[in-house]
């Protein structure tokens, strides 16, 4: 019988848990159907928790479906149920969709007085997560009500508690892991949406910085960010001065709340008569103090704040500190060096430009996100198309405007910083395509800029480090490999041009080992790779699109290494890792460039200065003619990684090798007509400019 009792209660579970699946499904009548009888389930064992959890689900399919008056009736359903049996977390839970629901129905004092009692609740419990979610949805409802000044200071609060927690974010409950990540970058491109629109250009600069760390760890899983992503977002003086005001009304509320609930552990029957009336003076109490906390945004005193930081906010508000490190960073590395940061958002581009000797400037660019995206799609498929061979006008074409609207709003400042160095930190999908492909209409932008890929400012050391190149070279050259990753299929084969590839290396850098197909093993690569300053494997990899688990590398003999492994990779002496084969930076599908993002963050993190990998698949003999005339400018011209790889990149788009050094160093080095003609066809971008450096290549 009990046995009996058990699984009818298990069953309960199990069909809310299918209830669940059919939303995130978005079918919402069969998701209801096991909701129903989950909820019986529950009902019929007088499980009170299980109810209130059925019922909050219940709620939040109708709000999902866009009946807000059935939302808001299951979810005060599931809110007295989760008051009564003193589920405070529960409670908070419930307190933010209720929130939700009503600013959905435009009833927003309402919805600001379901998250405020929310928060307090969190903040009672120490429930940090849904703490931050509360905070952006107050800043959401203050943005709608037009009140820019304190939305941004809440979207502020949710990005630092983020980033305080970041170490603990695999600890989320179930119930909020999915939606957790799902919101919290939409969060950090709201503020600097609002920050930028105020001109708040440094601002805005730390929170796109944080929004790389934040993809990151959407995409991994387990990025910790570091001392300086952990301090998140400067208040203002004035923000300060709110918050330290608001606060204190919300300690008051939480401080009576956790007296109240220790009284209330006592049953009525074993209460003293002081506790009881200690009871009845926190009721009576917490009531006065809510009515004031819940008042407190839209008093007189918070209204007057807003309108002082509304007259004073701007340029002159940046922080002289976090400004002149920027710019020292900059000055040290010597290479006329400036910092580049698209945001894609819904109605427009934003340009963010840091330069060594000026303030930040901010350029807004009229165009849709629809409309780049597209753009960038065609600018890819130019790129890659098999009619290379025969005409570079459409790749020319679709670059110009791209190059219009990532490049000639800042021509000036450019100019005036005497650029010669774009650190680049891409946004969304424009991380499928390369910026050194722009074209101004007479020339690629590589012939003007070095070209730097970082994943985040704040996660890569942009200090120089001299060191003679002592080089580990792999190669996978011939063999079939077929396999079977998740839902993915995989077939490889030998590279041709990968043993003449590394032979070429060896005979430009002479400390290079050569590891080559069945030599070429994970343990064996794993063995040497920490004596080496540099390794390149001309080899097969995949990066797939949201799985980083199934993302890898090939060995010679077939042996395979994922994200996981390569975390663990001795690469502390690595200057630079190259991936010299196809799709080392993509996976399969255009997402929003996080696996790109992911690869050099885990080789970072592994160790390694810089990455090289390539954007698209690229051809095997116009691989191996770059990859040399890599090493050659960066051996005989004692070039950075940076620019070595530019020169090796005009090289091929102009057919001149001379200007990288000795012969020797070359596949390819013209000397006849048929040589030219031969060296002529690796002018199209789709053979120089799949490659790009992430991390330091300075």
Known sequence: MEKEIKDRQSQGTTLHSIGNIYVSLKEYDKALQFFDQALLIQREFHDKYGESFVLHGIGSLYNNRGDYTKALEFHNQALAIRTEIRNKAGQGNTLTNIGITYSNLKEYSKALASYQQALALHREIGNKDWEGVTL??????????????????????????????????????????????????????????????QDRILEAQQVLDLLKVQELDDYLRNVRGNEQTSQGIDYLPQEKQLLEQYNTKLTQVVQLGKELEQIQTISPENRTPQQEK?????????????????DFINSPEILALSQQLNQTTGGENLNPKTLIKLQDDLKKLGQDAVILYPLILD???????????????????????????????????????????????????????????????????????????????????????????????????????????????????????????????????????????????????GLSFAKKEVETIANTIPNTTQIIDTKFTSSETLAQMSNYSILHFATHAAFVTGQPEESFILFGNGD???????????????????????????????????????????????????????????????????????????????????????????????????????????????????????????????????????????
């Open 347 to 493: 109605d427009r581009l934003e340009l963010v430009l840091v330069t060594p000797y000026a303030p930040p400037i901010r350029r807004p660019v009229a165009v849709k996100k629809e409309e780049l995206n597209r753009a960038i799609t065609e600018f890819r498929s130019a790129l890659t198309q098999p009619n290379k061979r025969i005409s570079i006008k459409p790749a020319q074409t679709t670059g110009k405007q791209l190059y219009d609207w990532l490049i000639k709003p800042i021509e000036t400042a450019l100019a005036e910083a005497n650029t010669k160095t774009i650190i680049y930190a891409p946004d969304g999908q424009l991380r499928y395509i390369p910026l050194a492909a722009l074209y101004d209409g007479n020339q690629w932008l590589v012939q003007k800029y070095r070209i730097n890929n970082i994943t985040a400012l704040s996660l890569t050391d942009l200090n120089k480090k001299d060191q003679n190149p002592k080089i580990l070279a792999g190669a996978f050259t011939q063999g079939n490999y077929n396999f079977q990753i998740g839902e993915n299929s995989f077939s490889f084969s």
């Open 278 to 294: 200690r009871r009845q003076e926190i009721e009576t109490a917490q009531r006065q103090v809510l009515r004031e906390y819940l």
């Open 136 to 197: 952006a949805n107050i800043g959401s409802l203050l943005k709608i009500q037009n009140q820019s000044e304190l939305a941004i200071i809440f979207y502020k609060q949710s990005v630092n508690v983020t980033e305080a927690i970041r170490r603990d974010i695999r600890g989320l409950s179930d119930e909020i892991q999915q939606s957790y990540t799902e919101k919290v970058a939409e969060n950090y491109r709201n503020l600097a949406n609002l920050l930028l629109k």
């Open 560 to 698: 395979r290494a994922n994200f996981r492994d390569v975390e663990t990779w001795p690469l502390s002496n690595a200057d630079l890792v190259v991936l010299s084969a196809c799709e080392t930076g993509l996976g399969g599908k255009l997402g929003d460039g996080r696996e790109i993002l992911g690869f050099g963050y885990l080789m970072q993190q592994a160790g390694a200065k810089a990455t090289m990998a390539s954007l698209w698949t690229v051809d095997d003999g116009g691989t191996q003619v770059l990859m040399n005339g890599f090493y050659t400018a960066l051996t005989n011209n004692n070039s950075t990684k940076a620019e070595a790889l530019r020169q090796a990149q005009i090289a091929l788009i102009t057919g001149d090798y001379s200007g990288l050094g000795e012969e020797r160093g070359l596949g390819v080095v013209p000397r006849d007509d048929s040589e030219s003609k031969m060296a002529q066809e690796f002018i199209h971008p789709y053979y120089w400019a799949s490659f790009i450096l992430i991390g330091n290549g300075l």
